[in-house]
């Protein structure tokens, strides 16, 4: 018989259970450390500290990036598409924010998402990594990533770590988007459009465009302010990491629906990302890094420990919401040049 000291200790680290239907599944104890009630994977002594000066040096280093390209990006819309010169001073540079602190706040609020719902669940996580790109590459930033250094232990917290980012992404995005709009304008396309790129319109986009603007008359287009820009790429980024596949967002929120099943759903989208590359070269480095991630973690997501235990109702329609703002956020051709789509 347990002593009363051993019975009040396995109180404390074994809560009541829960209900799910019908059925009355025992709550994964909180208390980790006494290693009752989780297998030993889900257990670590120790996890690394944040190393601050790492996160603040590439966030610094990604809002360079970008706010040079972005300056670029300025000085283009104010040239209309003509040939401009550009001259180079702290104007030029402080213009480049329109387009970087937008897109750094489209991309925090969608890792910061992953984040806190890690803190809110208690599963170790770091903060955000920003990616810096060279300037003379289109974005500036090859976006951001948080690394979950612990398994997340029941498909209710993975479905709400996975899908927080997306939705929290999308939310700014959306008035970023019709701000952008606002500030940009119509133009006369010139007649030789030789190294100029056309951007594939997701749903959303053609929505605000139109309630925006109207219908463009042929010849004619619609000359992206920074803003609008920075929420375009914000959009494209949301789409990519709703793809149902592996350890993407799209990959844990298909997991914890669908459970093993998830693993034909992943197969079937590489399919597709292969398929996209005949309609549109933009796709072939995202197909790679997805073939890539296949090939590194496997088709299975990694299980959980309830995977046969369904998902609540409220869950099952919140994915068909992240479903829903994939679908208004993809664009099969994202970025063609103009030359080629105007013969």
């Known amino acids: 018989m347990p002593s009363p000291d051993n019975h009040a200790r396995s109180a ?21 450390e006494s290693r009752q009630g989780l297998p030993d994977q889900f257990l670590r002594s120790a996890y690394p500290r ?19 390209v972005g300056a670029g990006h300025y000085a283009g819309w104010l040239a209309d598409f003509r040939a401009a010169q550009v001259h180079f001073g702290w104007s030029f540079l402080l213009s480049g924010l329109w387009y970087s602190l937008t897109i750094l706040a489209i991309l925090g609020a969608h890792e910061f998402g992953h984040y806190f719902a890690c803190v809110y669940y208690r599963v170790n996580a770091s903060l955000p990594f920003f990616l810096p790109l060279p300037p003379f590459f289109l974005t500036g930033t090859l976006g951001a990533f948080i690394r979950i250094r612990q398994p997340i232990r029941t498909k209710r917290q993975l ?7 997306p939705l929290a992404g999308f939310v700014v995005a959306i008035p970023a ?46 000359n992206m302010h920074p803003v609008a820009f920075a929420a375009w790429f914000g959009l494209l980024a949301t789409a990519l990491n709703l793809f149902p596949i592996g350890q993407l967002d799209g990959g844990h929120i298909s997991y914890a629906v ?46 959980t420990l309830d995977e046969d235990i369904p998902l609540d109702r409220t869950r099952v329609v919140l994915a068909l919401v992240a479903l829903a703002v994939f679908v208004l956020s993809f664009t099969p051709a994202p970025i063609e040049p103009l030359d080629l789509l105007k013969k």
Do not use: C
């Open 12 to 32: 404390r680290t074994a809560p009541p259970p829960f209900l799910v239907g019908y059925v009355s599944v025992p709550r994964i104890p909180l208390d980790v």
């Open 50 to 68: 944040d190393r601050i000066w790492v996160h603040i040096l590439l966030f610094l280093a990604t809002l360079l990036t970008t706010t040079l």
């Open 159 to 165: 479905f709400d770590i996975g899908i927080a980012g």
């Open 177 to 222: 988007l019709f701000l952008g709009l606002a500030m940009s304008h119509v133009v006369q396309l010139p007649k030789a459009a030789e190294g100029m790129l056309s951007l594939g319109e997701p749903l959303v986009f053609k929505a605000a465009s139109w309630l925006v603007w109207g219908t463009v008359k042929d010849g004619y287009s619609l």
């Open 258 to 303: 669908l459970g093993r099943r998830s693993t034909t759903v992943t197969l079937s989208a590489i399919g597709v990302a292969v398929v996209l590359t005949f309609f549109s070269l933009s796709w072939l480095v995202w197909t790679v890094l997805m073939i890539g991630m296949l090939f590194a973690f496997g088709a299975n997501h990694p299980r």
